[in-house]
Structures are given as structure tokens and as C-alpha cells.
């Protein structure tokens, strides 16, 4: 390309033509990714390598945080019966009384990796992806530190993270703030609740640059990964143009193509596309689905959201296995600390179960103990499950067949992608529309990390009708 003169505009595609791909815009996330350890000081280090297909600009960055919040008991209640840990027993014959109280109220689960579930569910089915309840396995197989340590887990709360970052450029050398920068200060709070940080102007990178950042860890104990995301839109076959250009480019390129779809005539109405996933609890699960879009005229997607459709989160016990008394002659009560897992369903062990927080008064009996005489009707109130589409955590990746490629340089965290699960966000805008060809398909690929239920991502933006192909006539 000659300085001083402009090249002429080149059209990507068309309602019913083939994609040119030099020239073609498209939404793009680049992200980095650190393993936090909990440890205070701890500094960890990332790259981001923009590709040799275009050049990037960034527009806004924004984070979140996958906490791994499920830690093992390790040790029993004081006074647990079986006092030997080696002794043989059924996990289901644990009483809520041989857990720590804190385990009780914060919240605890069965571990959800198939070869342990295995162990305690006497129907196998569990583990290839069956949602309903299983028997449990009763035999006394397994010794009670093996319980403690692998099979039941407490699940921690959401806590909020706090850390130094620094942004370093290599293409230009220099970094964007004059010392490491606290998180809340620059970009919010770790839990999505904030609209993602618009940058105050673009920032352009030449292909085959890289983003260096270093994070510095503020919050003991906080562990899992830590994901900050710049977002924007990549240049495809825009390569070629002169660093000064790409450096003061802004929302729209100068002397360098421009993306156009379809025919600005055509009809277009607001249309959403919407794929959905069963999740199925099971860290690591991965699950795909497309969408087909319209072969009328093509669709442009400028926003995307998502939320969690939860099962019931209450928790139904088998009062059959509850011993009961009746000291008043007018109602039953029963000691809740001889409460056995048995009783619980196994759908809800494997969620998590807690103590409700307003019914914690009732449940203890003022001295740090479970309650001993808890009235039976309380039985199937006092408990919930610990699935709330707030604590939903999963990482997606989004495919666009008609240009064959990825809109993200890796899997995102749907808090550092899209905000906050449970919809106290604006959506999040792409930087700029997505353009999807008539007869093409979005994949979109999930990676479950926490949180069960029917997952609904949507595709909003508007549908071309009665686009004219190119050269054609209506």
C-alpha cells in the first residue's frame, strides 16, 4: 500500500456472496489467563500473542475470577463416633453431626468426580451424565479419612479477589500506567457487576505483537484462575497497513479496508438466537451446539447475554429415616446432628447443601450445637441447595462457520466475558456487529466449572430479509 493514496472500499460479503476475507471485521476477545495460589506477593505472568491474520484493536478489558471453592473437611466434628479414621463405613451413615458446624452452615457436597461418586451411589449411572437421584451404597467400604479427605467437600462462599496488575506493549515498548494498578481501582469489582471498562481511546496492535502482564496476588486463600480480557475487534488482511496508521486508527480504520454486509436496503427486523445446555455439575464437562442461521438474508449479532435456569433449589428429605420423639405429645421432634446423609437426595448432595441463613437460629441451639430438638416439619425448610444462577461458573468459546473462525484467542470465563450470571449487568455489546452469512452456523462450546441447570446463551441483534445477492435484483 502507497501512502497517500486510499484504497478502494472492499465489500466482505453479501447476503447471498462468498466472504472476502481481507478487509473482513470481526468481534474478538483476547484474554489472559493465572493460576492464583492464595499466597500474598505471589506474582504470576501472562502473554498475549495477537495473531498474524490481522491487526487487533482493543476498545474496553474487563476480568473475572473462577474460584475453586470446594475444599476438602479433612477432620470430623470433635466426638465422632467411629474414632479410629481408618475404621470401615457407608458414607451415606455420616451424620450432620460429624461435620464441622462451619462445614454445615457455609456449605458441603459430595465430590463430583465420577470415580468417587462411584463409590457412593449404588447405581453407576450417575457418572456418564444421569440427572435423577441414585440409592446409596450402603456397604462400609470405605474408611472415614478417605471421607473426609476426598469424597466430602466443603463449598466455600464467593469471595471477592483483590491484586496489583501491570500491561506492558511490546509492539510500542511502553506500559499503560505509571505503577501496578489495584484491580477495584481500574476495573471493578471481581464479580461482574460493573459494566466492562471502556477504554478512553482504541488501542491497535500490529499482528505478531504481544501483551505482557504481570499480576501481583493482595487476597490469602484465593484460589483458582484469574482471567483478564481485552475486548475489541481484529482487521483481517489489514497487515499490511503502516504502524502510524494502525496506531491512530480509531472506531473506523483509515486508508485501510472497511467491513460492509449486505444490501443497506433490505428489510431487517430484531431477531435473538438462542442455544442452550443442560449442565450437568461435572467440573470439566464439555458440551457443544449450534445454531443454523436464516437462509433469507444473514444476521448480525451485536450483543450477547446468558443465565442460568436453576432446578428447585429446596431440599426434600426422607423423613423414613429420621428418628423422632414426641416429649410434648403434640408435635415430633428430631436431633439434627443425628441426621444422616442417607436422608438427603443425591441430586442435592452432589449441588451442595446448606443451612438456609434465616432459619440458622432455629438450627442451633445457642451454644455452637445442632439443634436436638428441631420440630419434624422443619425437616424440609431448614435446608438449600448451593445452585444459584449467581454462582454459575463455566468457560465458553464461540466458532463462526461461514469465515472458519474463533471469535476468542481461548475459552473464556463467563464472568470475564460476559458479566455477572445473574443478569445485574448490561449486556455485553460487541465492539463491533458479527456479520453471519445465510446457511452458516455458530457453534458455541461450554466448558462446565460450577452449577447445574439449563444454561441459555443469546445471540441478540436483527435479521436481514429480502437481501439482494450481489448483482441481482428483487
Known amino acids: 500500500m502507497r501512502f497517500g493514496r486510499r484504497p478502494s472500499r472492499r465489500p466482505v460479503s453479501t447476503a447471498a456472496g462468498p466472504i472476502d476475507s481481507e478487509g473482513m471485521i470481526i468481534p474478538y476477545d483476547h484474554a489472559a489467563t493465572f493460576e492464583l495460589t492464595g499466597r500474598p506477593g505471589n506474582i504470576i505472568q501472562d502473554v498475549i500473542n495477537v495473531g498474524s491474520d490481522g491487526v487487533f484493536v482493543a ?3 474487563g476480568y473475572g475470577f473462577e474460584e475453586q471453592r470446594a475444599r476438602p473437611i479433612n477432620n470430623p466434628a470433635p466426638g465422632f463416633a467411629p474414632a479410629p479414621l481408618n475404621n470401615p463405613i457407608a458414607t451415606g451413615n455420616i451424620r450432620l453431626g460429624d461435620l464441622p458446624l462451619a462445614a454445615v452452615i457455609e456449605g458441603f457436597r459430595i465430590s463430583p468426580n465420577p470415580q468417587l461418586t462411584s463409590l457412593v451411589f449404588g447405581d453407576q449411572s450417575r457418572q456418564s451424565g444421569a440427572t435423577g437421584d441414585q440409592p446409596f451404597n450402603l456397604k462400609q467400604l470405605l474408611a472415614v479419612d478417605f471421607i473426609f479427605d476426598k469424597i466430602l467437600e466443603r463449598v466455600k462462599a464467593p469471595q471477592d479477589i483483590s491484586f496489583f496488575f501491570s500491561i506492558v506493549d511490546s509492539g510500542s515498548g511502553r506500559e499503560f500506567q505509571d505503577q501496578p494498578a489495584h484491580n477495584l481501582a481500574s476495573l471493578g469489582k471481581s464479580n461482574g457487576e460493573r459494566p466492562f471498562r471502556t477504554l478512553a481511546r482504541p488501542l491497535s496492535f ?3 505483537s ?3 502482564l504481570q499480576i501481583s496476588e ?3 486463600g484465593a484460589r483458582g484462575a484469574l482471567f483478564i480480557v481485552l475486548y475489541g475487534y481484529k482487521i483481517l488482511g489489514a497487515a499490511g497497513c503502516a504502524e502510524p496508521i494502525v496506531r491512530s486508527w480509531g472506531l473506523t480504520s483509515q486508508g485501510c479496508p472497511v467491513e460492509t454486509f449486505g444490501d443497506a436496503d433490505a428489510r431487517a427486523i430484531p431477531f435473538d438466537y438462542v442455544t442452550t445446555f443442560d449442565l450437568t455439575g461435572r467440573p470439566g464437562n464439555i458440551i457443544e451446539d449450534e445454531i443454523s442461521v436464516n437462509v433469507e438474508g444473514g444476521f448480525i449479532a451485536t450483543s450477547v447475554g446468558y443465565g442460568l435456569a436453576a432446578e428447585n433449589r429446596g431440599v426434600t428429605v426422607n423423613r423414613d429415616v429420621i428418628s423422632t420423639s414426641n416429649p410434648s405429645g403434640n ?4 436431633n439434627l446432628a443425628d441426621l444422616k446423609l442417607l436422608a438427603f437426595p443425591s441430586s442435592a ?8 441463613p434465616e432459619f440458622l437460629r432455629v438450627a442451633s441451639d445457642g451454644n455452637g450445637n445442632l439443634a436436638n430438638q428441631l420440630p419434624l416439619e422443619f425437616a ?5 441447595r448451593i445452585n444459584r444462577p449467581e454462582d454459575v461458573s463455566f468457560r465458553y468459546a464461540i466458532f463462526d462457520s461461514g469465515t472458519g473462525r474463533e471469535l476468542q484467542n481461548r475459552p473464556l470465563n463467563n464472568i470475564a466475558g460476559l458479566g455477572i450470571a445473574n443478569g445485574d449487568r448490561p449486556f455485553k455489546k460487541l465492539a463491533r456487529p458479527m456479520s453471519f452469512l445465510p446457511r452458516s452456523t455458530i457453534r458455541v462450546q461450554v466448558e462446565e466449572r460450577f452449577g447445574r ?3 441459555f446463551i443469546a445471540f441478540q441483534g436483527y435479521k436481514l430479509l429480502d437481501a439482494m445477492p450481489r448483482g441481482g435484483r428483487r
Open 380 to 384: 424440609n425448610v431448614i435446608f438449600e
Open 331 to 334: 408435635r415430633e421432634v428430631f
Open 218 to 220: 493482595r487476597t490469602e
Open 453 to 455: 441447570g439449563t444454561l
Open 210 to 212: 504481544t501483551l505482557r
Open 206 to 208: 500490529l499482528p505478531g
Open 349 to 356: 448432595l452432589l449441588d451442595g447443601v446448606r443451612l438456609r
Open 59 to 61: 476498545v474496553a478489558i
